[in-house]
T-cell receptor, first 113, second 114 residues
Framework: NAGVMQNPRHLVRRRGQEARLRCSPM?????VYWYRQLPEEGLKFMVY????????ESGMPKERFSAEFPKEGPSILRIQQVVRGDSAAYFC???????????FGAGTRLSVL | TQLLEQSPQFLSIQEGENLTVYCNSS?????LQWYRQEPGEGPVLLVT?????EVKKLKRLTFQFGDARKDSSLHITAAQPGDTGLYLC??????????????FGQGTTLQVKP
């Protein structure tokens, strides 16, 4: 029974490139959450999605960031034209229902050179 | 402003000592969770507290939810080096439409020396 799978685990990008982070939720989970963690800080909510729908994107920066959770396949967090300040660990969590326990993946550590 | 304030932020103690980590807010939460995070890994859920005044025990760890559901504490008895890690409290605020959007504290880094 695989947990939440995120890939890649580490991603290095140069300024101006695009970063695509993938998250496969636990089997049977249709609710996905993305969080960002800066060094020495707690996690900050970014976006909450259900299959094919964005439910709450109140934590997403208005520009360059987008997220999707298609009917088939993993959830994708996309960062266009990355800047150094985007360097962080990005975590995905999934839950069975809205407000249920969230299970976290191991994260993707993005480094922008 | 940090909606959930954790204290202390850093704690270094000797094996066998007791410690308490606090998580405070001026907001009311429908529930609070405590997570532990190892370096390079994601947070792992330790416990969820839901009812005001609730106390839960997990071996040497005792979790308490304040009566007003605005604060929580984690107490570790006889700490061991294996307890070393980042401890995070998180919760969903009352009135947040029950979307599961979690607010996290900034974390407490615990180091237990043998």
């Amino acid at each position: 029974n695989a947990g939440v799978m995120q890939n890649p685990r580490h991603l290095v990008r140069r300024r101006g490139q695009e970063a695509r982070l993938r998250c496969s939720p636990m089997k049977g989970h249709s609710h996905v959450y993305w969080y960002r963690q800066l060094p020495e800080e707690g996690l900050k909510f970014m976006v909450y999605l259900q299959k094919e729908n964005i439910i709450d994107e109140s934590g997403m920066p208005k520009e360059r960031f987008s997220a999707e959770f298609p009917k088939e396949g993993p959830s994708i967090l996309r960062i266009q034209q990355v800047v150094r300040g985007d360097s962080a660990a990005y975590f995905c969590a999934s839950s069975l229902t809205s407000g249920d326990i969230q299970y976290f993946g191991a994260g993707t550590r993005l480094s922008v050179l | 402003t940090q909606l959930l304030e954790q204290s202390p932020q850093f704690l270094s103690i000797q094996e066998g000592e007791n410690l308490t980590v606090y998580c405070n807010s001026s907001s009311v939460f429908s529930s609070l969770q405590w997570y532990r995070q190892e370096p390079g890994e994601g947070p792992v859920l330790l416990v969820t507290v839901v009812t005001g005044g609730e106390v839960k025990k997990l071996k040497r760890l005792t979790f308490q939810f304040g009566d007003a559901r605005k604060d929580s504490s984690l107490h570790i008895t006889a700490a061991q080096p294996g307890d070393t890690g980042l401890y995070l409290c998180a919760g969903e605020r009352i009135g947040s439409s029950n979307t599961g959007k979690l607010i996290f504290g900034q974390g407490t880094t615990l180091q237990v020396k043998p």
